[in-house]
């Protein structure tokens, strides 16, 4: 089989068997091959731009349908579409040619969408595809992306979720099930291959002044609906603190599942009010008829099974993170809001000037 095309390489040549004055089945390099899927993502680029300034990365293979924009030199792009017919043979023959060390896998969406097909098979379908290329390579290490909201918003949770407890996010919704199954994938994957440190992040809501997703959207409107009566406790972690974690899960081997949050926690209407803006409290059955209209319509940012987390607790204990994998935020809950309020009022001042 012959390797897939490199769009936009930014490295050198692939290496070959007499480069490397050894076989492709020898041992392996010294320094780091890190592989990262999702590369053109926030977290993605943002992970391949610090891994180009670590001297124990010798290099970066980058895998999406589009190459990261923080690539240099030690970076090699190949475009690869995860929900292609031939996903699988084409991510084993490159882990076992760029003779991977550590699989970094962000390839998930941070928002829901419309598109509940090509992201099952960009998710769920593709992290299988990841993960039986890897176990082909022999790759060292996994580190997975998944999130805190998988263990759903209930009125029994406890005020701190641990690792321990159940992902009762609603499965009737897409966004959630994909995720859910993904990290069965990997459970699964970690069962058979021993050998293999299998990490996994669970990060709380990713917020700060450069990320976009469904939450920035949500706190970036002038009126912000809130559940009429609740007002749940919530927590964010900052955007550096998110790519931090997994720096440190790629230089250190600790396998498990950990809860990557920051410190502190929130009310939604001081959240609202740190964000400067209005809350708009709707009645339960209201909010959610209006938001199925509303997100069938393209007009919201979140299906309406996300009503919940405006209604129930849904907040993780990062004790374990903090204990095992050394992960210290720099920010808290508070910090990452008013970090994204700083630019978002700087983002409303030009929107406003364009208008004038």
């Known amino acids: 089989m012959v390797l897939p095309k490199r769009k936009e390489s930014r490295g050198p040549p692939l290496p070959t068997a007499a480069d490397r004055g050894t076989s492709l089945l020898g041992k392996r390099p010294s320094s780091k091959v890190v592989v990262v899927t999702g590369a053109a993502s926030f977290l993605g680029a943002n992970l391949v731009g610090l891994l180009e300034e670590d001297s124990r990365v010798a290099r970066i293979v980058a895998i999406d349908v589009k190459p990261p924009g923080t690539a240099q030199r030690k970076t090699r792009f190949y475009e690869v579409d995860f929900t292609g017919a031939s996903t699988e043979a084409r991510l084993s023959e490159i882990l076992g040619a760029e003779r991977a060390d550590t699989l970094v896998h962000l390839a998930f969406m941070s928002s829901p969408t419309h598109a509940t097909a090509h992201a099952h098979e960009l998710e769920s379908v ?33 005020n701190f979720l641990t690792e321990r407890h159940p992902l009762r996010a609603p499965q009737t919704e897409p966004w959630f099930a994909d995720k859910i199954e993904a990290e069965g ?151 990452a809001v008013l970090d994204f309020t700083s630019a978002q009022r700087l983002r409303d001042v030009k929107l406003l000037h364009e208008a004038v």
């Open 185 to 335: 994938e990997v459970a699964r994957f970690a069962e058979r291959t021993a050998d293999t440190v299998v990490t996994v992040l669970r990060t709380a809501p990713i917020l700060g002044p450069t990320v976009h997703n469904f939450l920035t959207r949500y706190l970036a409107r002038r009126v912000v609906p809130v559940a009429m009566g609740f007002d749940p406790l919530v927590q964010f972690l900052h955007e550096v603190d998110a790519i931090a974690a997994f720096k440190l899960a790629i230089d250190r081997d600790h396998p498990g599942i950990y809860n990557v949050v920051g410190d502190g926690v929130l009310p939604l209407s001081t959240v609202v009010k740190l964000a400067g803006r209005l809350a708009l409290p709707l009645p339960h059955p209201l909010a959610r008829t209006m938001g199925a209209a509303l997100w069938l319509a393209q007009i919201v940012e979140a299906p309406p099974s996300f009503m919940h987390y405006l209604r129930f607790l849904c907040v993780a204990d990062g004790a374990k993170a903090r204990s095992e994998l050394g992960f210290r935020p720099a920010y808290t809950t508070r910090e």
């Open 126 to 158: 593709g992290t299988r595809h990841v993960l039986v290329a890897a176990r082909h390579a022999s790759v060292r290490k996994v580190v997975m992306w998944s999130q805190t909201l998988l263990y759903g918003a209930h009125p029994s949770n406890p």
